[in-house]
């Protein structure tokens, strides 16, 4: 049972975070002494009623009494205060007493005779002085506050409650006297994020504003309603109630954790090593029960370690107020009939909600959540022997749509994820502030000539305003995509070709298409998520990468593909567009990665569309396993290389109006370029280059690139300089390389072994009238080529055995060592 | 007096020798090079144009230098010092991408930039660094990449750094100059195929286009120190006139020019002149003020030396005996490896004739004398055959000798004390 305890003390942590901030005077400056003594005023003695309330207590013991309503009575001025579960509270702060907290109480139960054993479980609201400021959204209204759905203690001490208070969910109006009093929640916050409360889906309609009742959302209205109704039952109820409410306590507690949260929770043992000292006074000698109370020892224990203590002088007696016990029995029929029906529901809807949050984090801790629930319902049921077969069903039902994963986590392993949770909270609210390259000091100069102007425009990164000699494949991959977009469907689409032909360009304008299509012609949006293989440390980080841009959460590669399985399973969502670039390196030996990418979109619900991109036309076939190359199916488009018209087209279309090049080095370059690989990219910086030159050439008169700057920027690009290395290699450099050719020629081989090429160096160096050098010389000559890689040497401890190659042919060398030999 | 001048001049030449700084006027040859890369370094600190450049040359033929000079005259210029940020990476640094980001993220001062976050893993790092590199836009100060040793980042798993560098280069985000070093003339085809699309294909290439003139005229400007006028009193300058001088005449030296000579016809690098004047330049003291034709010969012959009639020089007879028979089996046998066997036997006609010379040594003796060899490297095991030598007994391992003719000669001719019969012998095979 313990292990059920989800207590935590974040809301507290957050308090004390935010202590420093307070400084608001106190709104109850002559209350803040007061003691009060309690007495309960209605007991909850219907046995469901008790046993849903102890899942929410969580304490083992049998002895609880439950009260729906208690009066506290103030020592001092012996003002009454009563207190009902759904009132909004006031409870003191343990940091001062001029501060306060807001809570809203659930339920309320007293665990033994002292004072001190009375006790509120209740659920929290953050003041906006609380919430750090960086954190709070613009509009602030008067006295907003907010629901805490980060998991927190929900245990406190009945006399820590000081003022009765109401918490509406519309916003008040100024003018009312009682303001102080009066607050409005609209939003959730779970230490994290805000969310708006979302009207109850079971139908339930929202408490009127006016009402006094403190409610904030619907959820809680309708379980409170029934709380009234149950507790005036006095007859036994049928098992299947019982397991009806062993779910609605399930629902119940999923509806308090709902919209929260990567949970920053933290284990019990953290709870207890982080809790303040409090002394702990408590004269409760003088209490007076109206009816005895068998005390668990042992739930004491727990319970005086949990609660919160405030200082405490005196206790007295109370008068006991009426509790509503009058209603007729069929009435109460009606209404747990009723709830029946309602109770069920909100399990499901909260499943699915959740899971279209996609918070991987919320999703676990929810989902470990309903495990904690339902192992506690089940507990209960079996000590009061009234848990019976639909009971039995309905868990069983509920553990197999549990996560495998939770069911084999062990609450010590909870515990580690809990802790986990703590520290990703910290680290996700301090990312808030990304990365980035300080902003340049001095502001950039603007192209002025012709020729910057022309450089600018022929940079790679310069976007052109339509991709020229790409219009056929833009239609295909648009109109695929659009297909899949307004049918709802999903797909695959596989485009290959060599680098610098525009995939990635083509398909960043199709998207922007898209986007376009989305605001102004009414096509439904769509998340777009872009990964590229090369950006990557590992194929399975793809995963990683993906769910972060679709939910903007973290997990490990594997946690990331179960719940991308998980999402694209999941119905009634919007399209995704994943583009992969560089899709060859996500290849793995089992391919999983890939398996995984193009076997989503075949899910019925998915409605995903990826479009890979790779450099290979044959990776399907060449690279891919059977099962992986028939998900991706055969919708492909190759991207050839560009012919020399296209790239003069292209070069020509970024010149426009600029007349900085011939239009015959134009040609020359396309020509040359297409000749070799039809790179645009490769097209584009033999451009600018020939620009940079003919922009130094002072002897040019014409004010453009000509064809021998274009002629100069290809030899510069292109020309292997080999030669030009091997021309400027000192003498026994040279010596040496004639020493491997004629090596190479006596024995007829492409290779020869470093001590024969030496004794032909030595004799080719007296030849030339030069003193031979000693072999470490010539070793140290050979080291030098193989650094440059004019020749390859093997590598190891071989000496004089290194088998040696020449990395240029036979000719090269000749040709460059022509001048020398003659 | 003259002692605290000298150490002084010494300072001076020491640092350059040492590579931190040459004098200016070296590398003249690579005037237009560097207004090139000075070009492109100015746009992309002034236009925001991305650009990538590799300088390609045989070692120690001033590229690193280069750089550095075109880089500190960049930072010259006000408006560059303010904007310009550069990472220096170094490929026996940086052995993998991993280090690589940790250093570029260090270098660019961002490991504080979201608080105390510590970098977890790698896949982390590379996010982190890409969302950063990517989120600029113009407007972002520039930053040059200086990757030395460039050949080594293309061995990096996928090349992702080089990549996600280029690419960023090419897509007009954060402002970046990619400036690769390399002396491997072969870089381009490191490079994969994507990889090298997104390169622009800028290649400077630098050679040695010394003549033994000009080589000549180094060693003087390596050495010789230039009189500043203002700053130092008489005594420097007498010192220093002197100093340089004896400079001049070293540089008209015969012996000194004809070992100049020999290192020129070896190399035309820097280094090895650098080599050369080390020990004469440590040398100097107050009772040895100057340099001397003898200091640079005295480098020079250990400069040149011959490591394995080195170490010839420190073996016994016995061992001696044996690299002679083992030679005489390689040039009989043509190369082909021998074992120990023949080489004893080799041994065996030897001292049998010539038993006056030698000790009857046991065959244990001379066994112990060739593995001795063998753990000097003289000679190795021969592992062609595809079965592990390790399993053969050591007598009938196969062995190659690892010691050329001519050094054989060199060392026999230098050994102290080594009998007639022995030089004979090395010279022909015929006992």
């Known amino acids: 049972m313990s292990k059920v305890r989800k207590s935590s003390r974040n809301k507290e942590q957050v308090k004390k975070e935010t202590a420093a901030q307070k400084n608001q005077p106190a709104a109850f400056d002559e209350e803040s002494d007061v003691v009060y003594s309690w007495e309960k005023s209605s007991e909850i003695t219907n046995s469901h009623e008790i046993k849903k309330f102890k899942s929410l207590i969580n304490t083992d013991s049998k002895s609880l009494r439950l009260y729906r309503t208690i009066v506290l009575t103030n020592l001092d001025t012996s003002a009454h205060l009563k207190v009902s579960v759904g009132d909004g509270v006031h409870i003191a702060s343990e940091d001062g007493d001029n501060d306060f907290y807001i809570a809203r109480v659930e339920a309320m139960y007293a665990s033994g005779p002292k004072s001190s054993d009375m006790s509120a479980i209740v659920s929290w609201y953050f003041k906006a002085t609380e919430i750090p400021k960086s954190k709070l959204p613009k509009q602030l209204l008067p006295n907003e506050v907010f629901l805490c759905t980060a998991k927190a203690e929900m245990d406190v001490d009945a006399e820590t409650i000081i003022n009765k208070c109401h918490i509406s969910n519309t916003p008040m109006q100024q003018n009312d006297e009682k303001t102080e009093r009066f607050y409005f929640c609209g939003k959730s916050f779970n230490g994290k994020r805000f969310k708006n409360i979302k009207e109850d889906r079971s139908g339930s309609p929202a408490p009127p504003p006016e009402k006094k009742e403190t409610h904030c959302h619907g959820n809680k209205i309708s379980k409170k309603s029934d709380y009234v109704v149950k507790t005036t039952m006095t007859s036994p109820v049928s098992a299947s109630s019982v397991g009806m409410f062993d779910v609605s306590s399930a629902a119940m507690d999923i509806l308090h954790n709902d919209n929260d949260s990567d949970a920053a929770t933290s284990s019990d043992e953290e709870n207890e090593l982080e809790k303040p000292q409090l002394p702990t006074m408590m004269g409760s000698d003088e209490v007076k029960e109206v009816a005895p109370l068998r005390v668990d020892k042992r739930s004491l224990n727990v319970l005086s370690k949990k609660t919160l203590v405030v200082t405490m002088r005196k206790m007295n007696l109370a008068t006991p107020l009426p509790g509503k016990e009058n209603q007729p029995p069929d009435m109460v029929r009606r209404s747990s009939r009723l709830s029946d029906k309602k109770l069920v529901l909100p399990l499901k809807i909260q499943q699915t909600v959740k899971l279209s949050d996609y918070d991987s984090d919320d999703l676990s801790d929810d989902l470990n959540d309903i495990d904690a629930v339902s192992e506690s319902s089940d507990d209960v049921t079996s000590e009061d022997d009234t848990g019976d077969d639909v009971t039995d069903e309905e868990s069983d039902e509920r553990l197999a749509k549990r996560p495998k994963r939770g069911k084999n986590m062990t609450s010590k392993a909870r515990q580690l994820r809990q802790r986990n949770d703590v520290t990703s909270f910290v680290t996700k609210t301090r990312k808030k502030r990304s990365p980035h390259i300080q902003p340049r000091k001095t502001p950039l100069k603007a192209a002025s000539t012709r020729f910057e102007k022309a450089r600018e425009n022929l940079h790679v990164s310069a976007v052109p305003d339509a991709l020229p000699c790409r219009e056929n494949e833009f239609q295909t991959i648009y109109s695929f995509i659009e297909g899949k977009i307004s049918s709802g469907t999903g797909g695959c689409m596989y485009i290959s070709g060599v680098p610098g032909t525009g995939k990635t360009a083509t398909m960043t304008e199709v998207l922007s298409s898209l986007q376009r299509a989305v605001d102004d012609d009414g096509l439904e949006a769509f998340d777009y998520v872009e990964i590229n293989g090369m950006r990557l440390t590992e194929p399975h980080q793809a995963y990683v990468s993906i769910l972060k841009q679709l939910t903007g959460t973290k997990a490990t590669a594997d946690h990331a593909a179960q719940l991308l399985t998980k999402h694209f399973n999941q119905r009634g969502k919007k399209t995704t567009l994943l583009v992969v670039d560089e899709l060859d390196l996500l290849w793995t030996k089992k391919q999983d990665v890939m398996y995984h990418i193009f076997d989503w979109p075949s899910h019925r619900h998915a409605r995903l569309i990826v479009v890979a991109i790779a450099n290979t036309m044959d990776l399907p076939e060449r690279l891919m396993m059977n099962r992986v190359s028939s998900r991706l199916g055969l919708t492909r488009l190759s991207f050839l290389p560009y012919t020399f018209k296209q790239l003069q087209e292209i070069i020509t279309t970024r010149l426009r109006g600029l007349e900085a090049f011939d239009a015959d080095a134009v040609q020359l370059v396309a020509r040359k370029v297409a000749a070799v690989s039809g790179d645009a990219r490769r097209c584009l910086d033999v451009c600018r280059r020939a620009i940079e030159i003919a922009e130094k050439d002072k002897r040019s008169t014409k004010a453009s690139a000509s064809i021998e700057h274009v002629h100069t920027s290809l030899q510069e690009m292109f020309a292997s300089p080999m030669v030009k290395l091997i021309r400027h290699s000192s003498t026994h450099e040279k010596i040496f390389l004639r020493s491997v050719v004629a090596e190479f020629r006596r024995s007829g081989l492409e290779e020869a072994t470093v001590g024969l090429v030496l004794q032909h160096h030595v004799a080719l160096a007296k030849l030339e009238g030069l003193p031979p050098p000693n072999v470490t010389s010539l070793i140290k000559v050979c080291n030098q080529l193989a650094a440059s890689r004019v020749v390859l040497l093997e590598m190891g401890r071989h000496d004089i055995y290194a088998r040696i190659r020449l990395n240029v042919s036979v000719d090269d060398v000749l040709f460059a060592l022509s001048d020398y030999a003659s | ?431």
Request: proline fraction near 3%; charged fraction near 20%.
């Open chain 2, 1 to 431: 007096m003259t002692g605290t001048l000298l150490v002084q001049a010494q300072d001076i030449v020491k640092r350059r020798l040492c590579g931190n700084s040459l004098p200016v006027q070296l590398f003249s040859n690579l005037q237009s090079a560097e207004t090139d890369i000075y070009n492109l370094l100015k746009r992309t600190v002034e236009y925001a144009e991305s650009n990538s450049l590799l300088i390609i040359g045989p070692k120690s033929c001033g590229k690193s230098t280069l750089i550095k000079k075109v880089v500190s005259r960049v930072k010259k210029n006000e408006n560059a010092a303010k904007n310009l940020l550069v990472v220096n990476l170094n490929g026996y640094m940086q052995t993998d991408d991993r280090i690589a980001l940790d250093e570029i993220t260090r270098q660019l001062q961002l490991e504080n930039t979201i608080g105390d976050k510590v970098f977890g893993s790698f896949a982390e790092t590379l996010s982190f660094l890409l969302q950063a590199l990517r989120t600029g836009s113009n407007e972002s100060q520039p930053i040059l990449f200086l990757l030395e040793e460039f050949d080594l980042f293309a061995q990096h798993k996928n090349q992702t750094l080089l990549y996600n560098l280029f690419d960023i280069a090419q897509a007009g985000l954060t402002p970046l100059a990619v400036i690769g070093v390399t002396c491997r003339i072969d870089v381009m085809e490191l490079l994969e195929k994507r990889v090298k699309s997104r390169f622009s294909h800028r290649q400077i290439f630098i050679c040695n286009t010394w003549t033994f003139k000009e080589y000549v005229g180094a060693f003087k400007d390596c050495l010789q120190i230039k009189v500043e006028e203002k700053k130092k009193k008489a005594k420097w300058k007498i010192f220093l006139a002197k100093w340089n001088k004896n400079i001049d005449m070293l540089s008209e030296d015969l012996t000194v020019l004809e070992i100049l000579e020999k290192q020129f016809l070896i190399s035309q690098g820097l280094s090895g002149l650098q080599k050369l004047l080390m020990y004469p330049v440590w040398l100097l003291s107050n009772q040895h003020p100057l340099i001397t034709p003898a200091d640079i010969e005295e480098s020079a012959k250990s400069l040149f030396a011959d490591s394995k009639a080195n170490i010839l020089h420190g073996v016994s007879v016995l061992e001696l005996c044996l690299i002679i028979s083992m030679n005489h089996l390689m040039i009989i046998h043509d190369n082909q490896p021998f074992n120990f066997h023949m080489v004893y036997n080799e041994f065996l006609k030897f001292s049998q004739k010539k038993s006056h010379i030698l000790h009857n040594y046991s065959k244990a003796v001379v066994l112990k004398a060739f593995e001795h060899l063998i753990e000097l490297e003289l000679l190795k095991t021969r592992d062609h055959s595809g079965i592990g030598i390790s399993k053969i007994q050591k007598e009938y391992q196969p062995m190659v000798l690892l010691v050329e003719n001519s050094q054989l000669l060199e060392a026999i001719g230098k050994y102290p004390g080594c009998p007639t019969d022995v030089k004979q012998w090395a010279q022909s095979s015929i006992v």
